[in-house]
Every structure is written in C-alpha cells, then in structure tokens.
C-alpha cells in the first residue's frame, strides 16, 4: 500500500513538467495554427540555462530564482525565434511553419552542443528540499511534494488568464479567426508573440524544474515531445485542464510501468492513448475541431495536368542519364544515388497521400522502418531470401498502414497527424524495448542481398527500377479516378459525401497505398545498408519525410522526390562538418522563408514570371 | 399519382429543444415546393434530415416508397437524390468539367481506379451538363477563380450529373444579385419541366418565392404553420407576423420614390 | 470623411478593383450596390487594409491610411463588420462584446454592453450563451455590436441583410438609421435595392470591379437607364 501511495506521488511530481510543456504547446498551436515542433527543444533549454545559473546563483533563493528566470530567458528566446522564424512565414500554406520550427531544432541542438558540451549534466539538488519524507515507512523526496504543489498553482494561474481576462478573451478570440481580431483593432502580431512567449517559458519552466530529477541532456528534446503530444491528444487540444489531466494519467502510468512491466513503459502511453480516442476522437476534454475556416490562405491549389511532350522528353533524358550514372560515376556516388532514390520514394509516398489527399501524418516513418524491419526479421528468423523478403516488407508495412489508418482515420487535422506520430512511437518502442527479437539498440545486422544483387551496380539497378517505377506509379494515381477522389474528399468532404463518395474509406485506401510504397523503400533500404536500428523509425525520420515534402512544394506533383533529392543529398555533403545541424537547420529556415511555396512551387513561379512558363489563366 | 417524397411525423431534438416538431408533408412529381421560415425556425435541421446529414429522433422520410430517414448521405445519394448546399461546395482544386467529371466518375462507380486518366473519363457528357446550365465556355476554368454566381450554376451541374428525381436545394440563390437569382430559378424551373424532376427548396428571397414556387411551406419554431399556394401564404396574417413583417418600411420608400 | 482615390485591388494576379474613385461625407449613409463578385466586399477589405490596394489611396479624416495594419485603422475609428457574421462561436455574446471594446475616442459615442443591448433586445436575453447557439439574424446583429464596442466613427457594413428574415431586415434598417441619428458614417454593401433606398443617402454602383456610378440617391432615381442596367430588381 505504502508502496502504490509513493508510486503515485512520484507520478504526480512528474506530471508537473509535462504539464507545462504540454499546455505551452497547445497554447501556440491554439493561437497561431503552428504545430512547434520544437517546444521539446526548449524544454531543453530551460534545463540548460536553469543549471547555468544555478551554478551562479546561491541559496535557495538562488534555485528559485534560477528556476523562474530560465523560464523567462527561454520565453525571451521564443520571441526571437517567433519574430526572426515564423513572422515571414505566417502567410505561407498551413503546416509549412512546422518545417521552419525543425530548422529550429536542429539550430538550437548543435548551438546547445557548443555552450554546454556532449555530457550530461546532473542537475543540482534543491536547496531545503534535499532530504525525504517517509509516507507509510515509503521515502518520498521532499522535492517531488514541492512540485506536486506547484503545478496546480500554475495550471490554476494560466486557466485564470485564459477564462477571466481580456487578454485571455482576446487569446481566444483569435484561435478561431485571427484576421478577425485584428480588424477590431487588436495588433495581433503582438498577441502571437506574447503567446509565443508564455508557451516558450511554460516549456522553459517545465524544463527548469525537472532538474533536481533529471538534469539536461541533448536528447530531452525528441525525448519529450513524444509524451508531450500525447498529453495534448488524449486530454483535448487547447484544454488546460485535460492537459493536466492527461500529464497525471501519463506520468503515474509511466512510474507503474517501470516497477511492472519494464520492457513495456514506452508502449503502454501510446496504447493508453489509443483507447482514449476510440471513445473520445477529440481527447478526454477536447472539443471538436473546426480546422481551417479561416485559416487557409496562400494561393488555391491549381488542377493537375499529365506532363506535356516537352516536360516527357526531359524526364526521360533525365532518367537515361541517372540510368547511365554507373558508367560514367564511381562506386562512391553509385551508393549515394541508391540511398537518394530510396528517400525520393518514401518522400514521394508521403507527399502522395499529403498533396492530394491533405492527410499530414506525423508518423511515416513507421510503414519506412516497418517494411524495412518486416524484410530484416524474415532474413534473420526465416532465412527469407531477398526476394521474397523485397515482397514482405510492403506487405507487411501495407498490413500495418491497414490497422494503424483505421484508427488515426477516425481522427482529422491535427488530431490525426498526432495518432500517426503516436503510433510511429509504438512502433519505434516496439523495436527498441523488445531486445529479444529485434535486437533493440543493437539492431539487426547481416541482412545482405542475393549473390546475383551483391554488387552495387546491380543493386543500384534493381532500386531504380523499383523506385522509378514506384515514383511513376505514385504519379499516376494521382492523375487517374482513384487521385481524383482523394483531392475531392479533401477539397470538399460535405459535396464529395453528397455525391456518393465515402471519403473515410478513399482515405483509407490512400493511406494504406502510401504505407505500401514506403514499406516497399523500407524494403530497399535495409538491403542495400545490410542492417537496420531503431533510429529509421524514430520520430526525426518521419520529420525528415514531412520536411522534404514540404521543402519541395506540398501544391506540385513532383515535390516528393525533388525535396527528398535536395535533402538528402545536401545532407550527404554537410554531414562531414562538426556542426552540421546548425547549417542544415539555417537552410531548411533559409528556404522556408525565401520560398514558401516549395522548390518546385518557387521554380514554377519564377519561370511563369520570366515567361518561360504559361500561368493557367494564360493557358486556357 | 403516389409522392416523389413523403415525410411523416418527423421531428428532432436537441437536447429539450425541439428543432423541428412533427412535420408531415408530400412532394408530387414535377413540383417545385419551397420551405420558408425565419432564421432558426428549423429548416437546415429539417434539411439536413432529409439529406441524411442528421438522424431524425422520429418519424419517417419516404423516397418513392423506400424510407431513407436516417441513412448516409452518400446512400440517399445513390437512390437519385441531388442537392446544392447553402454556402458553395466545390472541387477548389479541379476545373469546372472536371467537377461535373468527378460526379459522373462517382456515378459510374469508377473512384478505385488506377488505370485511366481521369480528366479524359465522362467528359463529353460533364460538357452537355455544363451546357445545361450555360457554363460550357468556362468549361476549362480553374474552379478557385470562378465568380459566385457561376459557382452556384455549376453545383446545379453537378447535381444533376446522376439523373436525380429529386433535387434539394438549400438557399439556392444565397449571395446572389438580384437579377442572377430570377435567373437561376428560372433555369431550375426550366430543367425540372425537361426532366420531371421534383425540387424542395429553402429559400430568403421572397421575390424567388413568389415568382416560382409551385407550393410553399412555412415552418416557425419546428412546427409547420402553413402549407399553400403563393397567394394563399402571402396574405396569411400569422405568416406574415412570424416571418413576411408588415413590408411597411421598403414599401413607403418606394412609393416616395415612385 | 473618407476618400478612395484610384484604388486598385488584386487577388494574385487577378485584379479585383480598377479605379475605384469615391467619397463619404460625415454623417451620411453612403450604399455600395453592385452583383456578386462585384467587387463590394474587395473594396470593404481594401478600406480596411485586410487587402492591400496595389495602387491609390484611402485617405481617412484627412490620413492617408494607405498600407497600414488592419489593428491600426480599426483603432482610428473605423469599425468593420463583415459578410459572413465573423462571430466567436466559442465565445460567449458578452465575450464577443469584450474583443470588440476599445478605449473612449474623442467625438464618438462611447458603447457600453448595456445600449449596445437596447439597440438589440434580442441580444440581452442571450448574453450567457455561446456564439453558436444564436439564430443567424442574432449573430449579424451580434457582428454589429461588436463593432460598436470599439467606439467607432465610421462604420463599414458589408451586406447586412443577406441570408436574413425580412422581419430582420426590417430591424436592420431601423438600427441603420438608428446609427445615423447618433452621428455615425456608414459605408454598407448591398444587393437589394429596397434596403438601400431605405436607409442610404448615396449611392455608389460597382460593376467587375470599375465604379459606374457614384452620386446621391435622388439622382439615381432620376437616371432610371443606369438603375436598369446594373441593379436590376
């Protein structure tokens, strides 16, 4: 009994963190429609610069201190990255923030990097507050009940601000129609940042005060943030006290998890998760959400065309030329090509069901690294020869796109996107925690090609084929009745269900297509590196997809595999240098703001601007 | 001649509410009914029974016999039923033809396949359609740039892209000038006399009303207060309390002005 | 009061406005008629400033207002109620009102919730409920009272009675003229003819986005070509 009661302390003491990330993040999402991807990262910071100044900062006034000033230097740092990121890109489609907020992460991981250094640091204790206190003969730390009567203080002060005051009217106001606002006279560039600054330092501050518990490390980022947006999706976006709700829920779950089921804690959030959303699609207290009214804004999609004679014979040139590449190029760039022309397919299928069905999904990586773990646990525990093993892995990753699209799509907007990422995460803990049979951290190794496929001239044959063939037949969905349909169900569901269409299911089928087409690079992939670890299924290869997606234009056609080209092979080159995030980071940022619309998007621009292109009201 | 459509005793609540409280009512082939009412008298929530949007807590809804009360909007769909919505709902992304393409694709049941290019499937009938509705020479346009008006035209294309024998049309002229109104009643007039199709329509313009109806309903608080013919509905004092106002304040100007 | 000077407005790169050219004096009720896509709404948003004019002017007491933030027109007493009743549904009618408030202005009535209510009765029974359990009549009205939060000099109402009951329509008018008496300048869009004969001292007609007429109402009247050619009732 003793035993529960301190279980359940430590649960609350935890929850106290989360909470405040959590409700940061849907406080931003709320107002400003951006999904900041990286409010983990300053989670992080908030640990970081609460330890720096502890070290300076004496007594106990000294940790307090520390702990409040973190989190304002960290609200002060959001409102930079608000000012000098998202303020240019407010205007650009919805979602195209999120990327420039990845830029951000990776900017801030290596700056973190260079001030702080690669090793962990433990974070000091709280002055006072050091000792324990027994609750039924159970230690419990003094500090834990500091936090478990902190947080509510701050949950009860921000629902104060967000129901009773005009600020917080305002804050609500413009969650539902922003430009609205402001005709009634509210500058609401300064409302965003103020928010951005309140739901920076609520991170900030959650990172501060773990620090006697945790201390700060360089992977708290993507740690959290998983948990983070669970909380957000079970308790309900922009409800604060299904936030705190969700946290406790979370949190105490988490503490029985290590004492009873070790090899399953990280799973067992996702699959609470799950549960919630079968009855609830909108969280435990969210409300339904109303996405886009008057949200949408940059230019409206244009129709599609299959390419004309012209754009045919380039292509093809281009191909023959790719075709032609190991005769002409050495073994180093014949391997290169064979890993782009892997990422241009699984970024091809995530754009497939991205651009034309409008369905975001947070969590592609999932049907990537399954297809690819599909083929490496058949070599190793069936001696599947390759290819058979090449058939499995879409197989297997479509199966898994079938059961996994059932249950996100009862969910839309961002309620779906976080389900996709929820269940990239089950995947990824499933392969990280169940040692036994997927090798966990170690991963599985020795999963080479057949003889005939052994030589990387072949290889590089046999991925063109599939990946050309798979790109192309991407394409062509798009242009035939099935793409139609799923631009329909997106333009317009009400007409779409009027005029016979079940949307759900179209969606459904799409979903599973692109989760066959990434198995299929899954596949693929794992062949060609010969092993697989569970980082190809972490949450940053899903990010990866989404930003090269958006990187070369979500409105175009061909944006999947020009970004997954540009990206990848930019990333080849940068990778050899130290700090090589913080320059990826700057250019991803670069881009965003420079070409909100894409590579493609932009280029497309360009040319009809110096008349190398017709614009579509010219053509007709 | 037995009903196109048949509602008995249909009503829904919301709570204690009662949006629409026991409404009975026929609609004959070839007629053109219209539903009025003030502004939150019941006519979307009766609306959107009948298109399936919404379950009705009682009573029935018959489509030449089959009673539809309560199935999907894709179904009731499918049994030949058209609608246009209130506010325009169209493909933003496609050309007008292929707007009326997609409905015919649907139609065809042709959505899963992977094989055809789809702006090349129906398109001479989406042409015929749009010349229906006098929008063939913008056949081509890109749907986002379309004046509203022309929007409302193409929805009515794109209703009767599956042969409806009933059409229902939710503030058909809503967001139009004056002079486009008569004139898309009159063609929704027009295509119901060449196709016998039957319409129910709500409607705020009273000079559409009056101009075209063949029969009005006028349903206030959920209950239908008046079923008749234009003139009937027009000089009917309770109406003209609920809904119609006296007209006192428009027509001293006129005739100051006249 | 207010001045439109060559004002040229575009979507992308299609132009919406072509020169529009017109005045509001103090005080007066001044209609701008003109079909759907006319580019009444357009030219609403351009005074605004939630669309950029490409080129021209608005001058506003004398300001050019040309290019400045949304925020900063509306808090120089130019208060913007527009088509499609933009009202917080989540928030509730006193709400509602508490976004609209803005600080007394020299000159202006200052509204207090209580005459924004006698103004609209129907609205004071219903300050507790939420945005989205008001009629479509209560929530135009509410999108009115809202602006009147703000303690506007000049109010600019696009298509007040559309989509609206006549029995509404008719309160509409009254409240118009209402604002009229109180000293307020009104600029609204309409399609229907009756409405802004009703209420309107002038009268400016747009047609594809170029302004075919602009002068008072009387001499519309004797213009009965013009009335026929672009109103069409």
Redesign the interface.
């Known amino acids: 009994m003793g035993l529960f009661i301190a279980q359940i302390l430590t649960g609350l003491a935890n929850a106290g963190a989360l909470f405040m990330v959590a409700s940061g993040l849907s406080l931003i999402f709320g107002v400003t429609r951006v999904v900041n991807f990286a409010h983990g990262s300053f989670y992080m910071l908030g640990a970081y610069v609460g330890y720096s100044l502890m070290q300076v900062l004496p007594g106990m006034v000294g940790f307090w201190g520390a702990i409040l000033l973190a989190g304002l230097i960290v609200g002060v740092i959001g409102v930079i990255v608000e000012i000098c990121v998202l303020r240019p890109v407010y205007s650009a489609p919805e979602l195209f923030q999120l990327v420039a907020t990845f830029g951000v992460i990776l900017v801030i991981q290596d700056l973190a990097l260079m001030i702080w250094g690669p090793t962990d640091l433990l974070g000091p204790r709280a002055p006072g507050l050091k000792g324990v206190i027994r609750i039924m003969g159970e230690p419990v730390p003094q500090y834990d009940i500091a936090l478990i009567i902190i947080t509510p203080f701050v949950a009860f002060a921000l629902w104060y601000l967000i129901t009773k005051t005009r600020v917080g009217t305002l804050v609500r106001a413009a969650t539902q129609d922003r430009e609205m606002v402001g005709a009634l006279g509210v500058n609401q560039a300064w409302l965003f940042t103020g928010v951005f600054f309140l739901g920076c330092a609520l991170a900030g501050l959650g990172g501060a005060l773990q620090l006697p518990k945790g201390g700060a490390d360089l992977l708290m980022d993507f740690s959290i943030i998983g948990s983070v947006f669970v909380v957000v999706v079970i308790g309900g976006m922009g409800s604060l006290p299904g936030a705190y709700l969700a946290a406790v829920i979370i949190s105490v779950l988490n503490v029985f998890g290590v004492t009873y089921a070790p090899q399953s804690t990280l799973v067992l959030m996702f699959v609470v998760m799950v549960i919630v959303l079968m009855f609830r699609p909108f969280g435990l207290l969210g409300k339904e959400e109303i996405a886009g009214e008057h949200g949408q804004t940059g230019e409206p999609e244009r129709p599609i065309k299959p390419a004309g004679n012209r754009v045919r014979m380039l292509v093809t040139a281009g191909l023959v030329l790719l075709a032609l590449l190991p005769f002409y190029s050495g073994n180093f760039a014949v391997v290169l090509v064979t890993d782009i022309m892997i990422f241009c397919l699984f970024a091809a299928s995530l754009h497939f069901m991205l651009g034309q069905g409008g369905l975001v999904s947070f969590g592609h990586a999932a049907f990537f690294g399954g297809g690819a773990y599909a083929a490496a646990l058949f070599v190793t525990y069936a001696d599947t020869p390759m290819e058979l093993a090449l058939v499995l892995a879409p197989i297997c990753a479509g199966l898994a796109a079938v059961v996994i699209g059932w249950v996100c799509l009862r969910s839309t907007g961002v309620y779906f996107a976080m389900l996709t990422l929820a269940f990239g995460q089950l995947l990824w803990s499933l392969a990280f925690q169940w040692g036994d049979v997927t090798g966990g951290d170690d991963g599985l190794v020795n999963i080479w090609p057949s003889d005939w496929a052994s030589d990387n001239d072949v290889y590089y044959y046999l991925a063109f084929v599939f990946c050309i063939g798979g790109i192309l037949l991407l394409r062509q969905a798009a242009h035939a009745p099935f793409g139609y349909a799923m631009r329909a169900a997106r333009d317009s569901a009400r007409q779409a269900e009027a005029m016979g269409i079940n949307t759900k299911r179209i969606q459904w089928v799409a979903f599973t297509f692109a989760g066959i087409m990434a198995g299929l690079a899954g596949g693929l992939f794992v062949f060609s590196k010969g092993s697989i670890f569970p980082n190809e299924l972490e949450t940053a290869r899903s990010f990866d997809a989404l930003i090269v997606v958006f990187l070369g234009g979500v409105k175009t056609l061909a944006g999947g595999w020009v970004g997954g080209a540009f990206f990848e092979g930019v990333k080849d080159y940068l990778t050899r240098f130290e700090y090589w995030r913080l320059a990826l980071g700057l250019l991803i940022i670069f881009v965003v703001i420079l070409g909100p619309e894409g590579i493609v998007g932009s280029l497309r621009k360009a040319g009809e601007r110096i008349g190398l292109l017709k614009t579509p009201e010219d053509a007709k | 001649m037995s009903p196109i459509l048949s509602v008995r005793n249909l009503s829904r609540n919301f709570g204690a509410i009662k949006a629409v409280d026991d409404v009975s009512f026929d609609l004959a082939k070839g007629e053109l009914l219209a539903l009025i009412?003030?502004?939150?008298a019941g006519k979307s929530t009766c609306f959107n029974m009948l298109?399936g949007q919404l379950k009705p807590s009682s009573g029935t809804v018959q489509l030449m016999g089959k009673n539809i009360a309560g199935m999907?909007?894709?179904k009731i769909?499918?049994m030949g039923v058209g609608?246009t919505?209130q506010i325009t709902?169209?493909?933003?992304?496609?050309?007008v033809v292929?707007n009326v393409?997609?409905?015919l694709?649907?139609?065809h049941k042709?959505?899963?396949?992977?094989?055809?290019?789809?702006?090349k499937?129906y398109r001479d009938e989406a042409l015929a359609l749009l010349d229906t509705v006098g929008m063939a020479d913008q056949a081509?346009?890109?749907?986002?740039?379309l004046?509203?008006?022309d929007l409302k035209r193409l929805e009515l294309a794109?209703a009767l892209?599956?042969d409806p024998i009933l059409l229902l049309m939710d503030?058909p002229t809503?967001?139009?000038?004056?002079?486009?109104r008569i004139a898309l009643m009159q063609l929704t007039a027009d295509i119901l006399d060449q196709r016998g199709i039957s319409v129910l329509f709500t409607e705020?313009d009273?000079d559409v009303v009056f101009a075209h109806s063949h029969r009005i309903m006028v349903l206030n608080r959920g209950q239908l207060i008046a079923d008749g013919t234009v003139d009937e509905i027009r000089n009917n004092p309770q109406v003209q309390e609920?809904?119609?106002?006296?007209?006192?304040?428009?027509k001293a100007?006129?005739n100051a002005?006249a | 009061m207010l001045e439109v000077n060559g004002v040229n407005s575009f979507y992308g790169k299609a132009q919406v406005l072509n020169d529009l050219n017109f005045d509001v004096a103090s005080g007066t009720v001044v209609a701008l008629l003109g079909r759907n896509g006319a580019g009444k709404t357009t030219t609403m948003k351009s005074i605004m400033q939630l669309v950029r004019p490409r080129k021209g002017k608005i001058i506003y007491q004398g300001q050019d207002i040309t290019g400045w933030p949304s925020h900063k027109v509306a808090r120089n007493g130019l208060g913007y109620v527009p088509e499609e009743r933009r009202i917080f549904t989540q928030l509730t009618v006193l709400e509602n009102l508490e976004v609209g408030r803005q600080p007394p202005r020299d000159g202006c009535t200052t509204w207090t919730e209580d005459m924004v209510f006698d103004l609209f009765p129907n609205l004071a029974e219903r300050r507790h409920n939420r945005g989205k359990a008001l009629s479509g009549g209560e929530q135009q009205m509410l999108t009115i009272a809202r602006t009147l939060m703000g303690n506007p000099a000049f109010i600019l109402l696009d298509e007040p009675s559309e989509g609206i009951a006549p029995v509404i329509v008719e309160q509409m008018a009254r409240v118009i003229l209402q604002l009229k008496d109180e000293g307020l300048t009104v600029l609204l869009s309409e399609q229907n003819l009756h409405f802004a004969q009703a209420v309107a001292d002038a009268v400016v007609i747009i047609e594809h986005g170029t302004q075919k007429f602009a002068g008072s109402l009387a001499s519309l009247q004797s213009q009965p070509e013009i009335r026929d050619q672009y109103l069409s009732v």
């Open positions: 009412g003030p502004n939150g298109m999907q909007p894709r769909w499918r609608r919505f709902a169209t493909y933003a992304s496609m050309t292929e393409q997609m409905a694709m649907s139609h042709r959505l899963y396949s992977l094989t055809k290019f789809a702006h499937l081509e346009r890109h749907c986002a740039v004046a509203y008006g794109v892209a599956n503030e809503a967001g139009m000038a004056p002079r486009e705020h009273m609920v809904y119609l106002g006296g007209g006192t304040l428009f100007q006129e002005h």
